[in-house]
């Protein structure tokens, strides 16, 4: 590269900067659109929700719920992709972003490349819930249970790719176990079959398989975190069995790839100061701690791209070992 044609470019990067930083101080101008690729009322909808009226008074504008469904998170997340890099249109999205590029043969967009990072806001365990009639009591049971009976012993899922699809999939994997996968379209469906005895375990969301404990409908056996829950402190995690075993979704935001660097930085601090607001809050805490969330205290947009690339190479391993296909 000529001195000339290194100039110009440092002279264009300065611009671009200088174009950016000049965007940042009149964002965010209007109201900012949030993708959420679930349906209304779901548990990533739900979070997005309260998480979006406190990041509302942090950025002094309105966002905006966009529920944007189909195909499995593919249809909100290209879309995103696809929106202008201003600021104003965001993805909030969960570990299917990190399994959809295994378990589907195209996507409209590229996992990393499309999307820039601005903060991982929650994790969310899963619990191991199953049949009433099993005749397992403990988490060391259920493991000899299964052992014994290699392909023999059926497990639901909320759909293929789905976090309990993929937290069931990690336990064989490293549990050496070969229980069968039955995909439902949903986690209610799903539990509502194992309580009536056509499947012998699930791994569920913390709040919708807790309320089935507590009911008495199903037994708890398991949690999904690497260390015990609070909510449930005398059940123990799956690794204490298992080591290195952990599985669990989680809720991030992105923005489209290009967005300038000023206006991440000036999402990511609102939506730090937000999830303080929240965790400071005793009335969100408590919607989250309900919900079965862990927040994360400094959602930083390095820490997400890091944590991204581990999550895709943790469970594209996982998708490999059990040939998932959502073709």
């Known amino acids: 590269m000529d001195f000339k044609t290194a100039r110009r470019q440092t002279l264009l990067t300065a611009l671009l900067l200088a174009a950016g930083a000049a965007a940042a101080q009149d964002y965010p101008a209007r109201p900012i659109k949030l993708v959420i690729p679930y349906a209304a009322g779901g548990p990533t909808d739900t979070f997005g929700r309260a998480m979006a009226d406190v990041w509302s008074q942090k950025l002094g504008t309105p966002v905006v719920i966009e529920n944007r469904t189909g195909a499995g998170t593919l249809v909100g997340t290209e879309a995103v992709a696809k929106a202008a890099p201003d600021g104003y249109t965001l993805l909030l999205t969960t570990v299917a972003h990190a399994v959809n590029p295994y378990i589907h043969d195209k996507l409209g967009y590229r996992t990393e490349e499309d999307f820039a990072p601005v903060g991982l806001l929650a994790r969310a365990p899963l619990v191991l819930v199953v049949d009433k009639r099993l005749p397992v009591q403990s988490l060391p049971d259920f493991l000899a249970y299964l052992r014994a009976r290699p392909g023999q012993v059926s497990y639901a899922s909320a759909g293929v790719g789905s976090a309990p699809h993929l937290g069931a999939e990690l336990l064989n994997l490293m549990a050496g176990t070969r229980a069968q996968h039955v995909p439902y379209r949903g986690s209610a469906p799903a539990i509502q079959d194992l309580i009536g005895g056509h499947l012998a375990f699930m791994l569920d969301s913390a709040p919708t398989g807790l309320a089935q404990v507590k009911a008495g409908t199903v037994r708890l056996l398991a949690t999904t975190m690497a260390q015990r829950l609070p909510q449930t402190p005398d059940t123990p995690a799956i690794a204490e069995q298992v080591p290195g075993y952990e599985a669990y979704t989680w809720n991030a935001v992105f923005a489209p790839a290009g967005t300038p660097p000023a206006l991440i930085a000036r999402l990511q601090s609102s939506l730090q100061s937000s999830l303080q607001a929240t965790v400071d809050d005793a009335g969100l805490q408590k ?29 594209g391993k996982v998708a490999r070992a059990a040939h998932m296909s959502a073709n």
């Open 287 to 315: 919607k989250a701690y309900d919900m079965g969330l862990v927040l994360e205290k400094q959602p930083r947009p390095q820490a997400l791209a890091a944590f991204l690339k581990q999550e895709l190479d943790k469970w």
